[in-house]
């Protein structure tokens, strides 16, 4: 059987690190760089797998696999979430840690990128058994994390109270330092505005596409996909921002109303219930009906790869706010560039958390706290730089906003390189 180009993009499954590294070399060709400074920047500096052995509440005793993959530093101290999730693997985490260089480069903050990950399903462990895996994971990898080193983070399956384990632990053989990790509860040690700020991030970039596009927001229809973390606060800020929310969804499924949806009922209904099963004042949905609802904006903000080349010929949003990471697959990516529909990148659209997680960093080193309204402000004006820097570029040399961003990012990395040596 003879397949054509396009049946071979449809069957081929592409994994997350071929994906980063085929949005790379889109952008490296832009700007000729050459191919040893290509393998240079495109191979992670280093990669660490731990075995994570855990006593469980029953007795019985789990090994788990934990990951932190640590790409490129010459930017500053390398930053990335921790991810608890039952497909995290190498190749997921490797995709990850090097999206996190290219996001850092983006807005420009100066990090470099790291990610890591463990593989197990956060919903089946009890609070007890979650710390005892973080603590063992942080006695596994403390060498090489660190204020000045790799700075973890938040991401799926962890949160504040992680991060206040994972501090505890590292200071058990380091001594006191907040800023060894971000993402901490407001009380301790965290910054304000860090929990919010991705998702808000998302809706702040989302306004400015549609202001230069002379779009006012009460004229734009929205559905985002997953109401967690990032996916609850764009809605938030979108909805405050007078966009009309038509659709949103978890794990439980979709929610819909044409003249747009109540979303701080939503939002109560969550704290409430803990998901969205059962909300009313709305029609249910599946979570593929809502990627393709005809609306104006999409935020896919739940996990990654949900539109790809089965569905994306059913993508109606004209504008793509990538919220979660690699929500697109690449292949899908052209065809949307190809079609005009705008999709805002990862790599800048949901990198207002790692902009309030370097605030929180900035703060801890010079114990002084930040009020919202600075953390707030100061977001605004490093995602609107951001945003202005990748809009030009995508004009000037006519390529789409996602290699825009990869080659502001790659440009910046470079000069790093050079400057140092290598
Ligand atoms: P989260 O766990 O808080 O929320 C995830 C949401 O997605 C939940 O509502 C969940 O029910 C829903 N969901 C999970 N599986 C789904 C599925 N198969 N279909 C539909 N919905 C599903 O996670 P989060 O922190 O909001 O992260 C979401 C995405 O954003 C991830 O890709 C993450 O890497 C990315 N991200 C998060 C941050 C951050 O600061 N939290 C920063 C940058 C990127």
Request: with cysteine.
């Given at each position: 059987m003879n397949l054509t180009v396009a049946d071979e993009k449809k069957t081929h499954h592409m994994k997350a690190f071929e994906t980063v590294q085929l949005y790379f070399d889109r952008a490296a060709d832009q700007l000729d760089l050459d191919s040893s400074m290509r393998k240079l920047l495109k191979m992670p500096k280093r990669e660490v797998t731990v075995e994570v052995p855990v006593e469980m509440d029953n007795g019985s005793i789990e090994t788990l696999v934990g990951f932190r993959v640590q790409h490129n530093n010459s930017r500053g101290p390398m930053k990335g979430g921790l991810r608890y999730h039952w497909d995290v693997d190498l190749d997921e985490v490797r995709a990850l840690a090097s999206l996190m260089t290219w996001k850092t480069a983006v807005v420009n903050i100066p990090y470099g990128g790291a990610k890591g990950g463990i593989c197990v399903d956060p919903r089946n462990l009890s609070r007890k058994e979650t710390e005892?895996?973080?603590?063992?994971?942080?006695?596994?990898?403390?060498?090489?994390?660190?204020?000045?080193?790799?700075?973890?983070?938040?991401?799926?399956?962890?949160?504040?109270?992680?991060?206040?384990?994972?501090?505890?632990?590292?200071?058990?053989?380091?001594?006191?330092?907040?800023?060894?990790?971000?993402?901490?509860?407001?009380?301790?040690?965290?910054?304000?505005?860090?929990?919010?700020?991705?998702?808000?991030?998302?809706?702040?970039?989302?306004?400015?596409l549609l202001k230069r596009l002379g779009r006012r927001p009460k004229d734009i229809s929205v559905a985002?996909?997953?109401?967690?973390?990032v996916g609850s606060h764009a809605a938030k800020y979108m909805h405050e921002s007078e966009f009309k929310i038509v659709a949103i969804s978890d794990i439980s499924g979709g929610y819909y109303n044409k003249d747009g949806l109540n979303i701080p009922a939503a939002l109560s209904y969550v704290i409430?219930?803990?998901?969205?099963?059962?909300?009313?004042?709305?029609?249910?949905?599946?979570?593929?009906?809502?990627?393709?609802?005809?609306?104006?904006?999409?935020?896919?903000?739940?996990?990654?790869?949900?539109?790809?080349?089965e569905n994306v010929d059913d993508i109606k949003a004209k504008y793509i706010i990538e919220g979660a990471n690699g929500p697109v697959h690449a292949y899908a990516d052209e065809v949307l560039f190809d079609r005009g529909t705008l999709v805002l990148p990862d790599i800048l659209a949901n990198a207002g958390g790692v902009t309030v997680s370097y605030f929180e960093w900035v703060q801890n080193r010079q114990y002084y706290s930040w009020d919202?309204?600075?953390?707030?402000?100061?977001?605004?004006?490093?995602?609107?730089?951001?945003?202005?820097?990748?809009?030009?570029?995508?004009?000037?040399?006519?390529?789409?906003?996602?290699?825009?961003?990869?080659?502001?990012?790659?440009?910046?990395?470079?000069?790093?390189?050079?400057?140092?040596?290598?």
């Open positions: 005892r895996i973080s603590r063992k994971f942080v006695d596994q990898i403390h060498e090489i994390i660190g204020p000045d080193k790799d700075i973890p983070a938040p991401d799926m399956g962890t949160n504040g109270e992680t991060m206040s384990w994972i501090r505890n632990q590292w200071e058990k053989y380091h001594g006191f330092n907040p800023a060894c990790i971000t993402g901490k509860p407001v009380e301790d040690y965290g910054a304000a505005g860090r929990e919010e700020a991705t998702g808000r991030g998302c809706g702040i970039l989302a306004f400015k985002i996909q997953g109401f967690g973390n409430k219930h803990g998901s969205l099963e059962g909300f009313v004042g709305a029609e249910s949905i599946s979570n593929s009906e809502l990627l393709s609802l005809d609306c104006d904006v999409l935020v896919p903000s739940a996990i990654g790869g949900v539109i790809t080349m919202l309204n600075r953390v707030r402000a100061q977001l605004d004006s490093i995602l609107s730089s951001a945003f202005e820097d990748v809009w030009t570029m995508g004009n000037e040399k006519n390529v789409s906003l996602r290699t825009a961003a990869f080659m502001i990012a790659i440009q910046r990395v470079r000069r790093a390189t050079e400057l140092q040596g290598i």
